[in-house]
């Protein structure tokens, strides 16, 4: 039986789903597979939890936030800031709001508690607060590594002392930092604010807002809400941190924003120099030179991070990327182990090993790595779409539809999940479902034109040939030259005897692509493509 073009994506390291190129060339079946990365996680019941409207989300927060009054050692007021009642009962805020306190006391509906420090973390500048009297809060912590820019988020503060003050934004950059994500967002925020709370729009608290106002321009930036769960484990590491690294990260923050590597490189050379000791600033050089492309520097810096702070996951990682960057592959692999051996719950570092593991070939080890991803994010359909592609690979072509079929349930409006679940159907040998998925696909995304080439393929292996030759028709008249719905139609046109047609197909493809109307004319039943399994 003569054979189709089957449309391939070439592996890429991309965003997930985006829209795939059409031509020849990318139909071609060959030994490549491909993977999507991820660089943002979706919050994990995203899919599942329908959000709350911004009345909503204030009646459930505004209960958790307290006035931080900080009194000097005369017992005189000299600041005040905000702070978030935790579940733990105990209240947290930035580290600023209460230095050099000779007494702490925090206002809570009209009513003052005594007040002290129980953990601090200095270079994070985030602390939590013991309260007598103060009653634990009803609070969900969310989760940084699941935001995505773009989502909605609402900032809460007492910046006038008992003034509550509610604004919304959306979150407009993501930071990796070491457990979560830095987050800046067009929520506003106002000095008093310090300390107060950015919720998502589940109002589930992802941070604490930080006032910062830097030449001129507001800046709201939020800590991530991992720091203050991470601050019992930080006594002892926060007294080895120099607190002269925060100057140097503002500044190199603002060349990074602007993308000055150059800059950047030159000012974190400084940094080194000043404070040799410092993770951070040979960390930050090596993003620098990685963002140059300057590799065995990039290298050579995040090894100095690694060797002066081992037990921080992030310049593991960033490591592992460079290793990637310049070819090493066994390297990059065992950079990306060691990162999620320090954090388990790393999900990030679990995607970036899985993908280090599909590029190397090592399938079975990719799906252990997704497994760990799905563990820790498993309302989450594009990481269920990678288990497919994992799966896909290692030849299971039952649980990659399951996993693709769970992607397309968590995002039913994602026609490239719909299209990958028909392929993995055809694979397993379920032509039907096959057929089922595209046409759903197309219920989805219309203009879809590759769905259509997919589905005209399936019509050809069920051998409804009026079907196919009506699937390739409706894709040109999205794309009128698309190469590889040419051919095929060309091909069904010969196959039932319409010479005619097919010939002026010929021709359309001759002026479009001479070597694939080379293969139409001289032997297109030897032409290298899977009807049965596209991939």
């Not at 329908?50 to 927060?61: N, R």
């Not at 988020?153 to 910046?159: D, E, K, L």
């Not at 197909?505 to 109307?517: G, P």
């Given at each position: 039986?003569?054979?189709k073009i089957n449309a391939l994506r070439k592996r890429e390291l991309q965003p997930a789903s985006p829209p795939e190129p059409s031509g020849f060339n990318h139909f071609?079946?060959?030994?490549?597979?491909?993977?999507?990365?991820?660089?943002?996680?979706?919050?994990?019941?995203?899919?599942?939890?329908?959000?709350?409207?911004?009345?909503?989300?204030?009646?459930?927060?505004?209960?958790?936030?307290?006035?931080?009054?900080?009194?000097?050692?005369?017992?005189?007021?000299?600041?005040?800031?905000?702070?978030?009642?935790?579940?733990?009962?105990?209240?947290?805020?930035?580290?600023?709001?209460?230095?050099?306190?000779?007494?702490?006391?925090?206002?809570?509906?009209?009513?003052?508690?005594?007040?002290?420090?129980?953990?601090?973390?200095?270079?994070?500048?985030?602390?939590?607060?013991?309260?007598?009297?103060?009653?634990?809060?009803?609070?969900?912590?969310?989760?940084?590594?699941?935001?995505?820019?773009?989502?909605?988020?609402?900032a809460i503060g007492a910046p006038q002392g008992l003034e509550l003050t509610f604004s919304d934004g959306i979150i407009s950059g993501l930071r990796t930092v070491d457990?979560?994500?830095?987050?800046?967002?067009?929520?506003?925020?106002?000095?008093?604010?310090?300390?107060?709370?950015?919720?998502?729009?589940?109002?589930?608290?992802?941070?604490?807002?930080?006032?910062?106002?830097?030449?001129?321009?507001?800046?709201?930036?939020?800590?991530?809400?991992?720091?203050?769960?991470?601050?019992?484990?930080?006594?002892?590491?926060?007294?080895?941190?120099?607190?002269?690294?925060?100057?140097?990260?503002?500044?190199?923050?603002?060349?990074?924003?602007?993308?000055?590597?150059?800059?950047?490189?030159?000012?974190?050379?400084?940094?080194?120099?000043?404070?040799?000791?410092?993770?951070?600033?040979?960390?930050?050089?090596?993003?620098?030179?990685?963002?140059?492309?300057?590799?065995?520097?990039?290298?050579?810096?995040?090894?100095?991070?690694?060797?002066?702070?081992?037990?921080?996951?992030?310049?593991?990682?960033?490591?592992?990327?460079?290793?990637?960057?310049?070819?090493?592959?066994?390297?990059?692999?065992?950079?990306?182990?060691?990162?999620?051996?320090?954090?388990?719950?790393?999900?990030?570092?679990?995607?970036?090993?899985?993908?280090?593991?599909?590029?190397?070939?090592?399938?079975?080890?990719?799906?252990?790595?997704?497994?760990?991803?799905?563990?820790?994010?498993?309302?989450?359909?594009?990481?269920?779409?990678?288990?497919?592609?994992?799966?896909?690979?290692?030849?299971?072509?039952?649980?990659?539809?399951?996993?693709?079929?769970?992607?397309?349930?968590?995002?039913?409006?994602?026609?490239?999940?719909?299209?990958?679940?028909?392929?993995?159907?055809?694979?397993?040998?379920?032509?039907?479902?096959?057929?089922?998925?595209?046409?759903?696909?197309?219920?989805?995304?219309?203009?879809?034109?590759?769905?259509?080439?997919?589905?005209?393929?399936?019509?050809?292996?069920?051998?409804?040939?009026?079907?196919?030759?009506?699937?390739?028709?409706?894709?040109?008249?999205?794309?009128?030259?698309?190469?590889?719905?040419?051919?095929?139609?060309?091909?069904?046109?010969?196959?039932?005897?319409?010479?005619?047609?097919?010939?002026?197909?010929?021709?359309?493809?001759?002026?479009?692509?001479?070597?694939?109307?080379?293969?139409?004319?001289?032997?297109?039943?030897?032409?290298?493509?899977?009807?049965?399994?596209?991939?």
């Amino acid at each position: 039986m003569k054979k189709k073009i089957n449309a391939l994506r070439k592996r890429e390291l991309q965003p997930a789903s985006p829209p795939e190129p059409s031509g020849f060339n990318h139909f071609l079946y060959g030994t490549a597979r491909s993977l999507i990365c991820l660089l943002l996680l979706s919050a994990a019941n995203s899919h599942l939890v329908e959000a709350k409207t911004a009345a909503e989300v204030f009646q459930d927060i505004s209960g958790s936030v307290v006035v931080v009054q900080n009194y000097d050692s005369n017992n005189k007021l000299q600041s005040m800031g905000s702070g978030i009642i935790l579940p733990s009962g105990n209240v947290a805020t930035n580290c600023h709001v209460i230095e050099k306190a000779g007494r702490l006391a925090i206002i809570y509906q009209k009513k003052e508690y005594p007040a002290k420090a129980r953990y601090t973390d200095r270079f994070r500048d985030v602390c939590s607060l013991t309260v007598s009297g103060l009653q634990a809060s009803q609070l969900i912590l969310g989760d940084t590594n699941q935001l995505k820019v773009g989502s909605k988020v609402y900032a809460i503060g007492a910046p006038q002392g008992l003034e509550l003050t509610f604004s919304d934004g959306i979150i407009s950059g993501l930071r990796t930092v070491d457990k979560g994500h830095y987050i800046q967002s067009t929520a506003p925020i106002s000095l008093g604010s310090s300390g107060g709370g950015l919720f998502d729009e589940n109002a589930r608290l992802i941070g604490l807002p930080t006032y910062f106002f830097k030449q001129g321009q507001q800046l709201n930036f939020a800590l991530p809400v991992e720091w203050v769960i991470d601050l019992p484990n930080r006594q002892s590491v926060e007294s080895k941190v120099n607190a002269n690294d925060i100057d140097w990260t503002y500044q190199v923050t603002a060349l990074e924003e602007k993308q000055d590597w150059g800059g950047m490189v030159q000012l974190c050379q400084r940094w080194t120099k000043q404070l040799p000791s410092s993770s951070n600033a040979w960390g930050y050089l090596g993003v620098a030179y990685l963002q140059k492309g300057d590799l065995t520097l990039a290298i050579e810096a995040y090894q100095a991070a690694v060797l002066i702070r081992p037990e921080y996951s992030q310049y593991w990682a960033d490591l592992g990327a460079a290793y990637g960057r310049e070819g090493q592959k066994l390297k990059k692999i065992e950079a990306y182990k060691k990162a999620v051996r320090l954090n388990n719950d790393y999900a990030l570092g679990w995607i970036n090993l899985a993908n280090a593991c599909v590029q190397n070939g090592e399938y079975e080890q990719a799906i252990l790595a997704y497994l760990e991803v799905l563990r820790i994010t498993p309302g989450d359909a594009s990481s269920w779409y990678n288990m497919g592609h994992a799966y896909r690979d290692a030849g299971q072509f039952i649980k990659a539809v399951e996993a693709y079929r769970k992607a397309a349930t968590l995002s039913p409006g994602n026609a490239q999940y719909l299209i990958k679940l028909g392929q993995a159907y055809g694979m397993a040998g379920q032509d039907v479902k096959q057929l089922e998925a595209y046409r759903k696909a197309l219920v989805v995304n219309p203009a879809y034109v590759d769905a259509w080439l997919y589905l005209g393929v399936a019509y050809n292996k069920s051998k409804m040939e009026i079907q196919e030759r009506d699937a390739y028709l409706k894709a040109l008249l999205i794309d009128p030259n698309h190469n590889a719905v040419l051919f095929n139609l060309g091909q069904n046109y010969l196959e039932h005897g319409n010479r005619q047609k097919g010939m002026e197909v010929y021709s359309r493809l001759k002026e479009l692509n001479q070597d694939l109307a080379q293969q139409f004319y001289n032997n297109f039943s030897k032409l290298m493509f899977f009807k049965t399994a596209m991939r």
